[in-house]
């Protein structure tokens, strides 16, 4: 298996000669990546996760490709009916090929006064877990975490702390996208010290980098 870490949140994840594409938002920089992918999983309907229009654009010029998403995502796009499938905790799929996990029920808070919206995670094949924007602790074991590292619902101490529960074999950064180089340096000291605490593989990937899973 192969991770790509592309713009902000969104990564692809390559198995043989199918592809996953997760969370392609407006960051992202994933035309690209739309273009080839089997299938495109939302964890929810924030813009630097959810890019309506580059998705239906994608859509619209690829009948075979499907999306699985959180309720709020699908009900945007369920002019596409069965091309868009909602997915919530505790659903396991077959997406393209790869066994896809549900976990996770809400995106983390934002506003003390505001409900937080439905945000779904995934865990692809037993192997990678991409939480969206919420720290999201699967009954699974986790290899591989896609773990956020900068966010405006996120503290450093939470980053240890969610390290610490999830506990994963390696680690690769999302959601750095609102980051200038001093942010990712700061932010990069304190993801190589958490996974230094685990006797782990914590790092973050240039966007367009790719790592193979066998191999990390």
């Known amino acids: 298996m192969r991770l790509t870490k592309l713009g ?3 990564v692809q994840i390559t198995r043989d000669d199918r592809t996953l594409l997760i969370d392609p938002g407006s960051f992202s920089g994933a035309a690209d990546a739309l273009a080839t992918c089997d299938a495109v999983l939302i964890t929810h309907e924030h813009f630097d996760h959810f890019d309506a229009d580059g998705l239906r654009a994608a859509l619209a010029a690829r009948p075979g ?12 796009l369920a002019d596409l009916g069965g091309r868009v499938q909602q997915v919530g905790h505790g659903d396991a799929v077959t997406v393209a090929g790869f066994s896809v996990h549900v976990y996770g029920q809400e995106h983390e808070i934002l506003h003390p006064d505001v409900p937080p919206i439905p945000n779904v995670g995934f865990l692809v094949d037993g192997e990678v877990f991409h939480p969206g924007d919420a720290l999201t602790v699967p009954v699974e074991r986790v290899p591989t975490l896609c773990l956020p590292g900068n966010a405006p619902w996120m503290k450093i101490p939470e980053l240890y702390s969610y390290a610490r529960a999830v506990r994963p074999d390696r680690a ?8 200038n180089d001093i942010g990712l340096s700061v932010m990069e000291k ?9 006797g782990a593989d914590f790092r973050r990937l240039a966007p367009g980098e790719s790592v193979d899973l066998a191999a990390a």
């Open 172 to 179: 690769f950064v999302v959601h750095d996208g609102l980051l």
């Open 65 to 76: 490709l499907r999306v699985w998403t959180s309720r709020v995502v699908a009900e945007s």
């Open 8 to 10: 902000h949140a969104c």
């Open 190 to 198: 304190h993801v190589s010290a958490a996974g230094e605490e685990l």
